[in-house]
C-alpha cells in the first residue's frame, strides 16, 4: 500500500503510479522544525524551549509541529485558546501545555481535568478555583504581570494581591502556581530600551512572588527576538514561536544569518498560459496594462487561499524566475506577466508548470518576508493567514512516541 499525502488514504500498489502531485499545497518540512527547536534550544540554554503553536501552529499544523517539537527537544507547549490545548491533548500529547487567552465563556474546568496549564491575569482566579473544585483535582497556573504591553495580565498595582490569592488556594490545595510571565512588546527592535524597562519590572514583581512563598517551576519572558539578542530575558523558560518555524523576528537579518530554517513552502501549478495583445488590462480594475505583446500566467491561489488582497507585486517563482503578480489578487487566482513568448505559435508555456509564492529562499527563490513587503505586513501575517483551503503536506515526518496509532 502506498500513502498518499493529497487525500491522506492509501491507495491499492498497483493505483499508486504515478501519484499526482496536489494541485495546491502547503509543504512543511518537519526537519526544519527540529533543527530550529535544537538550535533555539542551544541558545537558550540552560533555560528550556517552549514550542508556541497557537494558531494552528502560525498555519504549520499543530500535531505535527507540536510532535517534531517535542521529539526535536522542546519541554512545553504553548497555545492561546484552551480549546487548542484540548485538540493537541486529544491528539495524545502529554507534554506540559499552557493556555493563556481567555474569556468568561472559556472551558476552565475542562483545562483542569486535562491537566492544562491555565494562564491567569486575575480576574480568572475565580473561574479557575471554581473549576478545580468541580473536577477535584487542582488547577496548574501561571501567574500573568502586564510588564508594558498594554494586553492581558495584572497590572504591577494589582501584583500583590493577586499573588496573595492565589497562594491562598494553593494553601488550599486548589491549584499550583506553577508559573509566573509577561510578555515583551518590542524584544524585536532590540535598540529600543523598552526591553530594559519591562524586565526590571519582571524582576521586580519575581522578587514580590518570592517574599509572597511563590515557588514557581518556571519563569518566562523572552519570545523569539529575545530568544535570539537577550540572553538576560531568558530565566527559566523561553517561549519561541516565529522562531520555531524558521522565519526572522528582526528587520535586516535573514533566517540563515540566525541559524534557522523556513519550514512552509506555498506552491500550485499554472493553470492556464496565453498570448494577449499590447495594452491588455488584467484583473478587477484593470490597473495593470501589458505594455506590449505578452504571454498572462494565471496562478490559482487568491485571497480565500490567504494570499494578501492588497500584495500585488508579490514575487511568484516559476522554472526558476521571480515573476511579480500584476494586477489585483482575486479571491482565488492571481496572473503573472511572462513577457513575450507566443504560446500561440509554439512558443515555451508554463502551462501546469510548478509555482512557488514562499519557501526557504534558496537560490534565490521568494521567501514570505517578500510577499510580508509586498503586503505591508510581517512575515508572521504570510503563513498564519494560508487558508485550510490549501492542503498542508508534511515531509520527514517521524512516528511520535505519543502515537498509539499502527
Not at 478545580?132 to 501561571?142: D, F, G, L, V, W
Not at 528582526?250 to 523556513?262: D, I, N, T, V
Request: aromatic content about 6%; some cysteine.
Amino acid at each position: 500500500m502506498t500513502y498518499q499525502a493529497a487525500t491522506g488514504g492509501l491507495l491499492p500498489d498497483s493505483a499508486a503510479t504515478p501519484v499526482r502531485a496536489e494541485e495546491r499545497s502547503a509543504v512543511i518540512d518537519l526537519d526544519a522544525i527540529r533543527h530550529n527547536v535544537r538550535h533555539l534550544a542551544a541558545v537558550a540554554s540552560p533555560a528550556k524551549v517552549m514550542a508556541v503553536v497557537k494558531a494552528d501552529a502560525y498555519g504549520h499544523g499543530a500535531v505535527h509541529v507540536a510532535r517534531a517539537a517535542l521529539g526535536a527537544g522542546a519541554s512545553w507547549l504553548g497555545v492561546a485558546h484552551i480549546s487548542e490545548a484540548l485538540a493537541l491533548r486529544a491528539a495524545g500529547i502529554e507534554a506540559p501545555l499552557l493556555a493563556w487567552l481567555h474569556t468568561p465563556d472559556s472551558n476552565f474546568a475542562a483545562a483542569v481535568a486535562a491537566g492544562i496549564d491555565i494562564g491567569c491575569s486575575g480576574w480568572e482566579l475565580g473561574r479557575i478555583v471554581a473549576a478545580a473544585r468541580e473536577q477535584e483535582r487542582p488547577a496548574r497556573i501561571h501567574l500573568k504581570v502586564d510588564t508594558g504591553l498594554g494586553r492581558n495580565g495584572a497590572t504591577l498595582d494589582a501584583w500583590d494581591s493577586l499573588v496573595g490569592e492565589a497562594m491562598e488556594h494553593q494553601d488550599q490545595g486548589l491549584l499550583r502556581v506553577v508559573g509566573i510571565f509577561s510578555h515583551l512588546a518590542v524584544a524585536d527592535e532590540p535598540e529600543r530600551p523598552e526591553t530594559d524597562e519591562q524586565l526590571a519590572a519582571f524582576r521586580q514583581i519575581l522578587a514580590i512572588a518570592q517574599d509572597a512563598g511563590v515557588d514557581p517551576e518556571v519563569r518566562h519572558l523572552a519570545n523569539t527576538p529575545a530568544t535570539l539578542s537577550r540572553p538576560d530575558t531568558h530565566f527559566d523558560l523561553v517561549r519561541v514561536g516565529l522562531g520555531l518555524y524558521g522565519l526572522s523576528p528582526f528587520e535586516g537579518q535573514s533566517p540563515a544569518e540566525l541559524g534557522l530554517r523556513p519550514a512552509m513552502t506555498v506552491r500550485t501549478v499554472v493553470s492556464h498560459c496565453k498570448d494577449v495583445p499590447a495594452g491588455q488590462g488584467v484583473s478587477y480594475g484593470l490597473n495593470y496594462r501589458t505594455d506590449g505583446v505578452s504571454t498572462l500566467g494565471l496562478i490559482p491561489l487568491g485571497y480565500a487561499d490567504g494570499v494578501p488582497r492588497i500584495a500585488t507585486g508579490g514575487p511568484v517563482r516559476v522554472e526558476g524566475v521571480n515573476y511579480p503578480v500584476v494586477g489585483r489578487i482575486a479571491m482565488d487566482q492571481m496572473v503573472i506577466d511572462l513577457g513575450p513568448r507566443n504560446v500561440t505559435a509554439g512558443g515555451p508555456s508554463i502551462l501546469g508548470a510548478e509555482a512557488v509564492l514562499f519557501g526557504d529562499g534558496a537560490d534565490g527563490g521568494p521567501t514570505a518576508d517578500d510577499w510580508a513587503r509586498a503586503a505591508g505586513t510581517n512575515n508572521y501575517e504570510i503563513v498564519t493567514r494560508i487558508s485550510p483551503r490549501v492542503p498542508r503536506r508534511y515531509l520527514n515526518e517521524e512516528p511520535f512516541a505519543g502515537d498509539e496509532r499502527p
